[in-house]
Protein backbone atom coordinates (compact mmCIF):
# COMPACT_ATOMS: atom_id res chain seq x y z
CA UNK A 1 0.00 0.00 0.00
CA UNK A 2 0.98 3.63 -0.45
CA UNK A 3 0.67 4.74 3.05
CA UNK A 4 2.35 7.99 3.91
CA UNK A 5 2.76 8.95 7.78
CA UNK A 6 3.01 12.57 8.79
CA UNK A 7 2.82 13.63 12.00
CA UNK A 8 -0.31 16.15 12.44
CA UNK A 9 -0.94 15.88 16.32
CA UNK A 10 -0.55 19.48 17.99
CA UNK A 11 1.45 17.37 20.79
CA UNK A 12 5.09 16.44 19.69
CA UNK A 13 4.89 12.69 21.84
CA UNK A 14 2.02 12.34 19.27
CA UNK A 15 2.28 9.14 16.93
CA UNK A 16 2.51 9.77 12.79
CA UNK A 17 -0.40 9.58 11.07
CA UNK A 18 -0.99 7.24 8.15
CA UNK A 19 -2.74 8.56 5.26
CA UNK A 20 -4.54 6.10 3.02
CA UNK A 21 -4.59 7.15 -0.48
CA UNK A 22 -8.12 6.43 -2.83
CA UNK A 23 -6.16 3.29 -4.22
CA UNK A 24 -5.70 2.37 -0.56
CA UNK A 25 -9.14 2.93 0.62
CA UNK A 26 -10.74 0.78 -2.39
CA UNK A 27 -8.44 -2.04 -0.92
CA UNK A 28 -9.30 -2.13 2.63
CA UNK A 29 -12.70 -1.07 2.54
CA UNK A 30 -12.91 -3.56 -0.15
CA UNK A 31 -15.33 -1.37 -2.62
CA UNK A 32 -14.86 -0.20 -5.78
CA UNK A 33 -13.46 3.08 -6.42
CA UNK A 34 -16.92 5.16 -7.48
CA UNK A 35 -18.33 3.86 -3.79
CA UNK A 36 -15.17 5.16 -1.83
CA UNK A 37 -15.61 8.69 -3.49
CA UNK A 38 -19.55 8.68 -2.76
CA UNK A 39 -18.31 7.95 0.51
CA UNK A 40 -16.08 10.77 0.74
CA UNK A 41 -18.72 13.06 -0.68
CA UNK A 42 -21.11 11.89 1.57
CA UNK A 43 -19.02 13.22 4.50
CA UNK A 44 -18.74 8.98 5.74
CA UNK A 45 -15.04 10.26 5.27
CA UNK A 46 -12.51 13.22 5.02
CA UNK A 47 -9.32 12.91 3.40
CA UNK A 48 -6.58 15.99 2.59
CA UNK A 49 -4.08 16.94 -0.24
CA UNK A 50 -1.33 17.93 2.55
CA UNK A 51 0.57 15.44 0.69
CA UNK A 52 0.24 16.08 -2.71
CA UNK A 53 -2.09 13.11 -3.12
CA UNK A 54 -5.72 13.09 -1.38
CA UNK A 55 -5.25 11.07 1.30
CA UNK A 56 -7.56 9.74 4.80
CA UNK A 57 -5.94 9.02 8.25
CA UNK A 58 -6.45 5.62 8.64
CA UNK A 59 -7.38 5.92 11.90
CA UNK A 60 -10.88 7.01 10.44
CA UNK A 61 -11.65 3.10 9.35
CA UNK A 62 -12.78 0.66 11.82
CA UNK A 63 -12.84 -3.07 10.94
CA UNK A 64 -12.94 -1.98 7.00
CA UNK A 65 -15.52 0.59 7.09
CA UNK A 66 -15.20 4.55 8.05
CA UNK A 67 -15.82 5.08 11.85
CA UNK A 68 -19.95 5.38 12.25
CA UNK A 69 -19.66 8.89 14.26
CA UNK A 70 -17.30 10.24 11.85
CA UNK A 71 -20.09 11.32 9.59
CA UNK A 72 -21.97 13.58 11.67
CA UNK A 73 -18.99 15.31 13.33
CA UNK A 74 -17.80 15.91 10.20
CA UNK A 75 -21.04 17.62 9.21
CA UNK A 76 -21.08 19.36 12.57
CA UNK A 77 -17.47 21.09 11.91
CA UNK A 78 -17.85 22.36 8.28
CA UNK A 79 -21.14 23.73 9.76
CA UNK A 80 -18.63 25.54 12.10
CA UNK A 81 -16.75 26.71 9.19
CA UNK A 82 -13.71 23.99 9.44
CA UNK A 83 -11.92 23.40 6.03
CA UNK A 84 -11.46 19.87 5.63
CA UNK A 85 -7.94 20.57 6.18
CA UNK A 86 -8.73 22.08 9.76
CA UNK A 87 -11.05 19.56 11.15
CA UNK A 88 -8.55 16.54 10.28
CA UNK A 89 -6.39 18.43 12.19
CA UNK A 90 -8.96 18.89 15.26
CA UNK A 91 -9.94 15.50 15.07
CA UNK A 92 -6.11 13.85 15.94
CA UNK A 93 -5.25 16.90 17.85
CA UNK A 94 -5.11 16.37 21.76
CA UNK A 95 -7.96 18.16 23.04
CA UNK A 96 -7.51 19.19 26.50
CA UNK A 97 -11.67 19.35 27.94
CA UNK A 98 -11.63 15.84 26.41
CA UNK A 99 -8.17 14.39 27.96
CA UNK A 100 -7.81 13.41 24.47
CA UNK A 101 -7.53 13.88 21.16
CA UNK A 102 -11.66 14.25 19.72
CA UNK A 103 -10.94 10.94 17.23
CA UNK A 104 -9.86 8.76 20.54
CA UNK A 105 -13.20 9.93 22.26
CA UNK A 106 -15.10 8.95 18.82
CA UNK A 107 -13.58 5.95 18.76
CA UNK A 108 -14.50 5.27 22.36
CA UNK A 109 -18.12 5.85 21.77
CA UNK A 110 -18.15 9.31 23.25
CA UNK A 111 -19.81 10.97 20.02
CA UNK A 112 -21.91 13.55 21.84
CA UNK A 113 -19.43 14.98 24.11
CA UNK A 114 -16.88 15.42 20.64
CA UNK A 115 -19.92 16.74 18.81
CA UNK A 116 -20.86 18.97 22.13
CA UNK A 117 -17.62 20.66 22.01
CA UNK A 118 -17.80 21.00 18.24
CA UNK A 119 -20.84 22.78 18.69
CA UNK A 120 -19.03 25.42 20.55
CA UNK A 121 -16.37 26.06 17.92
CA UNK A 122 -18.70 27.71 15.98
Given amino acids: MG ?13 PVEWLTLPDLVEVLGEPLGRVRRLID ?5 GSRRTGVFAVPS ?3 VDGHP ?3 LRGTVIVLQDAGFSDDELIDWLL ?8 SPIAS ?3 GHKSEVRRLARTLA
Fill in 93 to 100: AEEESLGR
Fill in 59 to 61: VFI
Fill in 106 to 108: LLA
Fill in 42 to 46: DHHLV
Fill in 3 to 15: IVSENVAASPEAA
Fill in 67 to 69: LSS
